[in-house]
């Protein structure tokens, strides 16, 4: 089943810093049970942005990768 739909920029853009959110976030909970769903949520997230064909390459970073300041 092919999704037809596609993102508008605004929504594609909110994605996007959602994912950058979630991923802060789980680079720095120490909580298990919510470290678990973010990782899933940031898994769900990844594989529906794949779909509408948006570049994560920018975006992506495992969870728990430390950036560089």
């Known amino acids: 089943m092919t999704n037809v739909s596609l993102l508008t920029p605004e929504q594609e853009r909110c994605l996007l ?7 802060g976030l789980a680079e720095t909970c ?14 769900e997230l990844r594989v529906a942005l794949d779909g509408q064909g948006v ?3 920018d975006y992506y970073r495992p969870a728990g990768a430390a950036t560089k300041v």
């Open 55 to 57: 570049e994560l390459e």
């Open 17 to 23: 810093d959602g994912y950058t959110t979630l991923t």
């Open 30 to 43: 120490r909580v298990p049970s919510v470290s678990a769903a973010l990782r899933g949520a940031l898994a």
